[in-house]
């Protein structure tokens, strides 16, 4: 098992910045991606960032070269938000995984941590 705490959220104002983090616990050598996730109002949740454990990064289109996703060897993930916009205004979720190939093969998720950003 595996324990996602996410923490850093917040009120920010447009064009801010702001730093969410992700402790994991538990037995985290079991999962080989992290990532984050975001659940804007009334929508899906959807893909913000990912990083495997040998640092190859994915970022969705509308965050790339604002957001920056990292991991540190304690299994603290980070991701740090710049030049924020309205529509960043969300709810963030820790995810970590256990991928094969293409294959997910187990998923965790933190409880999540509020975003708002305010013009």
């Known amino acids: 098992q595996v324990q996602l705490v996410e923490s850093g959220g917040g009120l920010v104002q447009v064009g801010g910045s702001l730093r969410l983090s992700c402790a994991a616990s538990?037995?985290?050598?079991?999962?080989?991606?992290m990532g984050w996730y975001r659940q804007p109002p009334g929508k899906q949740r959807e893909l913000v960032a990912t990083?495997?454990?040998?640092?190859?990064t994915n970022y969705a289109d509308s965050v790339k070269g604002r957001f920056t996703i990292s991991r540190d060897s304690t299994n603290i993930l980070t991701l740090q938000m710049s030049s924020l916009k309205s529509e960043d205004t969300a709810v963030y979720y820790c995810?970590?995984?256990?991928?094969?190939?293409?294959?997910?093969?187990?998923?965790?998720w933190g409880q999540g941590t509020q975003v708002t950003v305010s013009s």
């Open positions: 990083i495997t454990n040998g640092g190859n």
């Open positions: 995810n970590g995984a256990l991928v094969s190939g293409k294959i997910r093969v187990r998923d965790y």
């Open positions: 538990g037995s985290p050598f079991i999962i080989n991606v």
